[in-house]
């Protein structure tokens, strides 16, 4: 059985490129494994300071977990700060860090022209955060969406590095899990590469059905193909690569065939996309709404997942100390 550790960070509501990148990978893997699914906040200080905010967003993520179908009774969910080990293994594995290989990350790359009145250490550290989360249950395992890609690479090499410095075969190499072979990567439907929360053209779970008919008839297409066999432009690709993901392999190709022999009406394929989606997030929004106002049960899951990941997690954090020297007087 493989130890899984996955977490997302409580920036905001979940949209779909965080669901069929993520979150269903969480839920396909719960019943084969010893799983723990996080809620990242420490994550989100590095862009959301907002106090008012943070337990709320929290909060939404935890419901729209448990909407979607992540099991309290086989994963340990649980909120990353709750579990104070993280921040101790987090403080370790910094001095083993080198300034050089974290200013080249893409993603610290990224957020210097996005936030470049506010470039703090922890967007620098973010990846040995992530490391540390990962590391703490020392998992095999790690479902994520591909722009993540190159922060689990950097959790092998802390991984290796600290099993080199101190001469032991202790933490693993964890890898990405990939969902039917592949890292998927959702685009917009606004001609942007990728769904996301900062790129404003997210689809939620908890979007209602004429929201999401709203937003998917309004996305980016051309005039439509003049000859056959035509490339296609940004938008409508993403319209295609978005309708195999959601609708499967079978109604993406009835549609390639119609793009081909020019005979394609982008209203269709949107009504069917907007449908499908209704199909994946109805039953899901329905079920965060239930479970969104049972404080109760929320406090429960969230206690029992601290128990759970804190039990693994200060096990790791006391062999690491002993194996970097520390010893009890
Ligand atoms: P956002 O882009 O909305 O800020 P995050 O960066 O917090 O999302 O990502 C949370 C998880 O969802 C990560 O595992 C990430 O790989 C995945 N993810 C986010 N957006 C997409 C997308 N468009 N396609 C595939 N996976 C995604
Ligand atoms: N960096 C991830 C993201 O932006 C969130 C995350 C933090 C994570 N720690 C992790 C994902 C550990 C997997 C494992 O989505």
Redesign the pocket.
């Known amino acids: 059985m493989d130890t899984v550790v ?1 977490g ?2 409580s ?2 509501n ?2 779909l ?2 669901y ?4 269903r990978n969480f839920i396909d893997m719960q019943y084969k494994n010893r799983c723990f699914f996080f809620i990242a906040d420490y994550h989100s200080l590095t862009t959301h300071p907002d106090p008012s905010k943070l337990h709320g967003n929290v909060k939404n993520v935890l419901t729209e977990y448990l909407g979607a179908g992540l099991d309290p009774e086989q994963s340990a969910i649980y909120v990353q700060s709750d579990v104070p080990e993280v921040t101790e293994l987090y403080l370790l594995l910094n001095m083993h860090a080198y300034i050089g290989e974290l200013q080249r990350t893409a993603s610290f790359k990224d957020k210097i022209r996005k936030q470049a009145d506010n470039v703090n250490a922890g967007l620098l550290t973010y990846p040995v955060l992530m490391a540390a989360d990962i590391l703490l249950h020392k998992a095999d395992c790690v ?6 890609e190159q922060h689990l690479e950097m959790t092998r090499k802390y991984a290796r590095r600290f099993n080199t410095i101190y001469g032991v075969e202790y933490f693993p190499e964890s890898q990405p899990y990939k969902f039917s072979g592949e ?6 439907l606004d001609g942007n590469g ?6 404003g053209n ?1 689809i939620y779970l908890v979007d209602s059905d004429k929201d999401i008919r709203k937003k998917v008839m309004k996305a980016l297409t051309d005039s439509g193909p003049t000859e056959p066999n035509m490339p296609m432009c940004e938008g409508v690709a993403n319209l295609f690569t978005m309708l195999k993901i959601v609708s499967g392999q079978e109604v993406h190709d009835y549609f390639l065939e119609k793009y081909n022999d020019c005979s394609i009406r982008y209203g269709d394929l949107k009504k069917q996309l907007a449908e499908d989606m209704i199909k994946v997030i109805a039953p899901i929004r329905e079920r965060i709404l239930q479970i969104q106002s049972d404080d109760e049960y929320l406090r429960n899951v969230i206690r029992r997942g601290a128990e759970k990941a804190r039990e693994s997690a200060s096990k790791t954090v006391k062999e690491v100390r002993e194996i970097m020297g520390f010893k009890p007087f």
Not at 20 to 23: C, M, Q
Not at 183 to 188: I, S
Not at 194 to 199: C, D, W
């Open positions: 996955s997302i960070r920036t905001g979940l949209h490129g965080n069929f990148g993520a979150l479902p994520v969406g591909k722009d993540q890292l998927v990567k959702v685009p917009g990728k769904m996301g929360k900062s790129e997210g």
